[in-house]
């Protein structure tokens, strides 16, 4: 997460943008994806794209959040707290859990450690950004997208899970070049549609 953290905050000053934006955004919004696609968005001259296509990627945070609200325990001050966490990484982990108390353990250590490591990362990415170079040309765009990758892995063991999630990334695919950005993410979840398929009943 440090790494990733560093290369949004490498990209962001590599854009030309603000000093303090990466640092605000890192705190405030704490959403990786929605911060690398704004950062581009912004770069671009379209900030009111880059809140819309934000609020349109983070919409898979309510499903999320009836995946694991109760891990964030049951006063609505821990709850308000606790969904500023929550992250793809952090519902994976917590989801990971089959016991109660443990889902609650496990959702506040991961998300405070993401929390952490990601602006520590983003201040070493802005500190060390001037002197990278070209960032397209390392690659540092594919940094998030390969942690993600690498973090779901074990799930496409399951055959459901894996032919949801190969539908849903066919259709974001196929959608990208006539939809919005941030749109064809919200797609993917048409992937979802598999899992009504009948199965043949059992002799």
Request: with cysteine; glycine share 12%; hydrophobic share 55%.
């Amino acid at each position: 997460m440090v790494a990733v953290g560093a290369s949004f905050g490498a990209i962001t000053i590599a854009y030309g943008l603000p000093t303090w934006l990466p640092f605000l955004m890192s705190t405030v919004v704490f959403a990786g994806g929605s911060q690398f696609l704004a950062v581009g968005l912004f770069a671009a001259g379209n900030p009111i794209a880059a809140v819309l296509a934000g609020l349109l990627l983070n919409a898979r945070h309510l499903p999320f959040g009836m995946a694991v609200g109760t891990a964030m325990g049951t006063r609505a001050r821990a709850r308000a707290l606790g969904s500023h966490f929550m992250t793809d990484e952090v519902v994976a982990f917590t989801l990971a859990e089959p016991d109660p108390a443990r889902k609650r353990r496990t959702y506040w250590l991961i998300g405070l450690t993401l929390f952490s490591t990601w602006n520590v990362g983003t201040a070493l990415g802005v500190l060390l950004g001037g002197a990278l170079g070209d960032t397209d040309a390392l690659g540092l765009d594919a940094a998030f997208p390969a942690a993600l990758i690498a973090l779901i892995l074990p799930s496409l063991r399951d055959r459901a899970t894996r032919t949801v999630a190969l539908t849903g990334a066919v259709i974001a695919v196929a959608l990208t070049p006539l939809l919005p950005a941030g749109l064809p993410i919200l797609c993917a979840l048409l992937g979802l549609g598999t899992l009504l398929r009948r199965r043949p009943s059992e002799s």
